[in-house]
């Protein structure tokens, strides 16, 4: 498949069952994806989600737990000079934290 350039990538649900090395790789892709000025966002379950225990008991879904540090981590890989902006932040219950960084 051939795709375009976007202007913003989103990524729900998918860096909490990815491992480190293969997370960094779909970040790198995806920036290269990007326009000049977009962004992709991504999302991950936080350690600190106090309902990691029920989902992972109940639910039987073990996931990838990353905090800001680990999430922008999986970032590292892109050159500085192409991201203008890395930021990080949680969701108001404090359950997720995102990346969004942006292309130069």
């Not at 000049?36 to 106090?50: E, H, I, R, Y």
């Not at 404090?94 to 960084?101: I, K, S, T």
Request: proline share 7%.
């Amino acid at each position: 498949l051939e795709f375009g350039d976007f202007d913003f990538i989103y990524a729900a649900g998918l860096y909490d069952c990815l491992p480190d090395r293969t997370a960094a790789g779909l970040s790198k892709a995806l920036f290269s994806r990007l326009r000049p000025g977009g962004s992709p966002l991504v999302a991950n379950f936080a350690p600190d989600n106090p309902d990691a225990r029920y989902m992972e008991a109940c639910m039987d879904w073990f996931l990838i737990y990353r905090d800001g540090a680990a999430l922008a981590e999986t970032f590292s890989g892109i050159p500085t000079r192409q991201v203008a902006e890395l930021r990080l932040f949680h969701d108001p219950s404090g359950r997720a934290v995102f990346a969004e960084a942006t292309r130069q």
